[in-house]
């Protein structure tokens, strides 16, 4: 019998709710396809991008736009009883402020809208690999760092995306990679970039005060609300539009966030609309760990692990295709499908307690 283990597996890790393993996809086959051999797939062929692309490419081009974004952003798949290893390290989470054990996953993010319909899937993705040692100068401590840095991966996935020609005008992220040389490198691409900056970046609103070299910090230079401005951002030559948005936390109180852009004619509805689809990548991470079971290997090898992250991807991928087919969110899919396991379940628990009761009354 010819096995598509991929298919396979990815489909096993929306079924499941708890460990995944090359066993529990055997014994859910009734053995008829052998856990050694979901191990070997596991474990010797890697699974990349360029995979990755192969799959999507298709529902892509369906809903491809030229006004399209990529969204970039990362995320810690928290494995804190595992040994340490060249991806299941020490990682920054930006967004928790603190270092999480764990695998870090970093990934471009293909929002598109046609026909009152909006797909959005990773389109590329990197396994953050630390695997240089080196000497804490502060702590004395052995850490580990990517000799390739997450800024870096962006420009690469970019070109990666214009290779593949896919059609798209924005690239959309957060502080993390609002970077000088991001900026430079989308302005060059004739890319239109919409990043959130910290407000310690240093900007002028004149060109007479960038060659004095007059800057003062994002959140001292009286931005006003809701109205973007040009300023000048330090070592950055060309000007850009900045936009300070406030908002209502779920707490109540205010927050605020300043983002940047080099489309100088971006209104601030614009902004607000366009910076919103950045949040469609929250979800994903979302998704990918509560419906698509990212982090329920216990696999110690890092081409194993690897290559369960790539098929947790293709299971929201499939998750994604469902959506669209059946207008059904990723978590409405997922309960229907545990709804029906259970159903399942109460079926056969019924059949053996039934016969149960046959034995006792004879």
């Not at 290779?163 to 970077?179: C, G, H, P, T």
């Not at 692990?305 to 207008?327: D, G, P």
Request: glycine share 4%; aromatic share 12%; with cysteine.
């Amino acid at each position: 019998m010819g096995w598509d283990i991929l298919d396979l597996y990815s489909d096993y890790l929306l079924y499941s709710t708890g460990q995944t393993t090359a066993t529990g996809l055997s014994k859910l086959l009734d053995m008829q396809l052998s856990h050694d051999k979901i191990t070997r797939f596991l474990s010797t062929e890697a699974f990349d991008e360029k995979k990755l692309w192969k799959k999507v490419k298709k529902l892509v081009r369906i809903f491809e736009d030229e006004n399209a974004s990529i969204i970039f952003d990362d995320t810690v798949i928290e494995k804190p009883y595992m040994d340490e290893n060249e991806i299941i390290c020490w990682h920054y989470d930006h967004k928790e402020g603190r270092t999480i054990k764990g695998i870090n996953l970093m990934s471009a993010f293909y929002s598109s809208e046609k026909a009152g319909q909006t797909l959005r899937v990773p389109t590329g993705f990197r396994v953050i690999q630390k695997t240089e040692e080196y000497t804490d100068e502060k702590s004395g401590k052995q850490k580990r760092r990517s000799p390739v840095t997450k800024n870096e991966m962006m420009r690469e996935m970019i070109k990666r995306h214009k290779e593949n020609q896919v059609e798209f005008k924005y690239i959309l992220a957060d502080s993390w990679f609002s970077s000088v040389e991001n900026m430079k490198f989308i302005e060059k691409s004739k890319k239109v970039f919409i990043f959130e900056i910290k407000d310690n970046r240093l900007i002028v609103d004149s060109e007479g005060d960038r060659n004095k070299g007059s800057f003062v910090r994002v959140d001292q230079a009286g931005i006003p609300e809701g109205q973007p401005i040009k300023v000048w951002i330090k070592d950055l030559k060309f000007p850009v539009a900045i936009f300070r948005q406030v908002f209502a936390n779920k707490d109540g109180t205010r927050g605020e966030r300043f983002l940047v852009s080099n489309d100088l004619t971006l209104t601030d509805e614009q902004f607000k609309k366009l910076y919103k689809k950045r949040w469609g990548v929250e979800e994903y991470h979302k998704s990918l760990k509560q419906n698509a079971s990212i982090g329920s290997s216990p696999a110690h090898k890092v081409m194993t692990q690897s290559n369960h992250i790539f098929s947790a991807i293709y299971a929201y991928v499939k998750l994604e295709m469902l959506k669209l087919a059946t207008t059904l969110n990723h978590f409405a899919l997922k309960s229907k499908i545990y709804l029906a396991s259970m159903r399942t379940a109460m079926s056969v628990f019924q059949e053996m307690w039934i016969s149960t009761q046959n034995l006792v009354r004879a």
